[in-house]
């Protein structure tokens, strides 16, 4: 009976023994994985560092511009999606002036293909741009096929009808203001065709693989203010508008390249001013007409001005400081 007793006593402590060990064993087998090297230390992962925020760009968004005159309207196109926002007006129109030379350009280089013009008629691409040269415009708009015979039509000269099947233009017509009917300078544009024009230089399509560098290079490369000394008859100063309303953290990134138009000598007392821009992120249009009496400079700060209201993120949103409303005038 004893030995039964003490049998039974001998088979709990071996029980009870491999319950209190195996515990113990497991904390020594998972001490002993966990890692690497002696000591029996643990170890941690540090946490990913936290990504980088993009850098800022154009982005949709509200634009207030305490603005005095016939007509503002703007558009932003975002050359990854394609979207265009702008004012509720975007696809009303106005005479395009010397903003459309960067297409009359494209439009005259494209036809070349591989081929190089002559050394006279580059150097009238150039300042044709460069320096908003009415007379250099002229000849690369002839060259390019178009023609100023004075029609009451509204359908525009081949120059501007391969404007609007190559870029697909929904908005632009031929200008008819006597007597300046078929005048390149008096086409009729919405800004939102031309944000679509900016992007079809950008992308190629205007100039063709071999010229559209070299015009976004001529494009970024304007020269020239709104003051009276840059200002001559028939060219002058165009890097003003859009190209000021943006931070260096964006102009930073790449050349920003640029047209605008500006003429203030219509029979309907306004300035007709037109800011074009364009990177390989979006392209922007702003489209003005405002009394002649406010100059040149006031058109040049509402460009500007939308260019900053449209700015992604703003300067201190991440701070989360209040934003004053920008650029009212």
Not at 83 to 92: H, Q, Y
Not at 120 to 139: Q, Y
Request: hydrophobic share 40%; charged share 20%; with cysteine.
């Amino acid at each position: 009976m004893r030995s039964r007793v003490t049998l039974v006593l001998a088979i709990t402590a071996v029980v009870l023994g491999g319950v209190l060990l195996v515990p113990a064993a497991y904390a020594r087998l998972a001490s002993d994985d966990s890692g690497g090297g002696g000591g029996g230390g643990t170890s941690s992962v540090a946490a990913p560092a936290p990504a980088p925020p993009p850098p800022p760009t154009l982005a949709a968004g509200p634009v207030s511009v305490s603005f005095k005159g016939e007509f503002f309207s703007w558009a932003l196109l975002d050359r990854k999606t394609g979207k265009v926002s702008g004012s509720p007006n975007m696809t009303a129109t106005s005479s395009t002036e010397s903003m459309i030379k960067a297409w009359i350009v494209s439009d005259y280089l494209r036809q070349l293909g591989n081929k190089e013009p002559s050394a006279g008629m580059k150097e009238l691409a150039r300042v044709a741009i460069v320096d908003s040269n009415d007379g250099a415009a002229n000849k690369v708009y002839a060259a390019a096929g178009g023609s100023y015979k004075a029609s009451s039509s509204s359908i525009p000269d081949p120059v501007i009808q391969r404007a609007i099947k190559i870029c697909g233009l929904t908005d632009t017509k031929r200008g008819n203001v006597k007597p300046y009917t078929g005048f390149w300078s008096f086409t009729r544009m919405s800004p939102r065709d031309a944000v679509r024009v900016g992007d079809c230089i950008a992308d190629g399509k205007a100039a063709g693989q071999k010229w559209t560098k070299w015009v976004l290079d001529q494009m970024s490369k304007v020269k020239g203010t709104t003051a009276a000394k840059d200002q001559r008859p028939s060219s002058g100063g165009g890097r003003w508008g859009i190209i000021d309303g943006l931070p260096k953290s964006i102009t930073a990134q790449g050349p920003v390249s640029i047209k605008n138009g500006w003429t203030p000598i219509y029979g309907d007392g306004n300035w007709h001013v037109n800011c074009l821009a364009v990177t390989g992120k979006w392209s922007l249009a702003v489209m003005l007409r405002y009394p002649i009496r406010s100059g040149l400079d006031y058109g040049a700060k509402v460009c500007a001005s939308v260019a900053t209201q449209l700015v992604t993120p703003q300067p201190g949103a991440a701070l989360k400081v209040p934003q004053q409303p920008v650029g009212k005038l």
